[in-house]
């Protein structure tokens, strides 16, 4: 049974830095791409950061990109998320989430294509 556990959300100023972790069994983690995504209050959920199983590709939603940082450390399962100057618009309940399809070329980013999630972490930006 795969199981995938989000860790590291919390409150914090605008302009500030978190870390989300989210760590993951019951699957080869190094054969899947994951993902965050995201879903705000009265909001669908979207895309923010992908990374391919190998760790050779990442992909980024454009509100997020040269703030946000994607990584994995195969050898421990687990998929990182780094997030820099953060505003209030990047809070948001975050999920982490696997592909359905191992070893894909490219990192999606419809939540259709990811068939495990996680039970989320808050992220509140306030000052």
């Known amino acids: 049974q795969v199981q995938l556990v989000e860790s590291g959300g919390g409150l914090v100023p605008p302009g500030g830095s978190l870390r989300l972790s989210c760590a993951a069994s019951?699957?080869?983690?190094?054969?899947?791409?994951m993902a965050w995504f995201r879903q705000a209050p009265g909001k669908e959920r979207e895309f923010v950061a992908g990374?391919?199983?190998?760790?050779?590709?990442?992909r980024y939603a454009d509100s997020v990109k040269g703030r946000f940082t994607i990584s994995r450390d195969n050898d421990k399962n687990t998929v990182y998320l780094q997030m820099n100057s953060l505003n209030p618009e990047d809070t948001a309940v975050y999920y982490c989430?696997?592909?359905?399809?191992?070893?894909?070329?490219?990192?999606?980013?419809?939540?259709?294509?990811?068939?495990?999630w996680g039970q989320g972490t808050q992220v509140t930006v306030a000052s």
């Open positions: 989430a696997t592909d359905r399809q191992s070893r894909r070329i490219v990192v999606l980013t419809t939540s259709d294509e990811y068939d495990y």
């Open positions: 990374i391919k199983w190998s760790g050779g590709g990442t």
């Open positions: 019951g699957r080869t983690f190094s054969n899947y791409a």
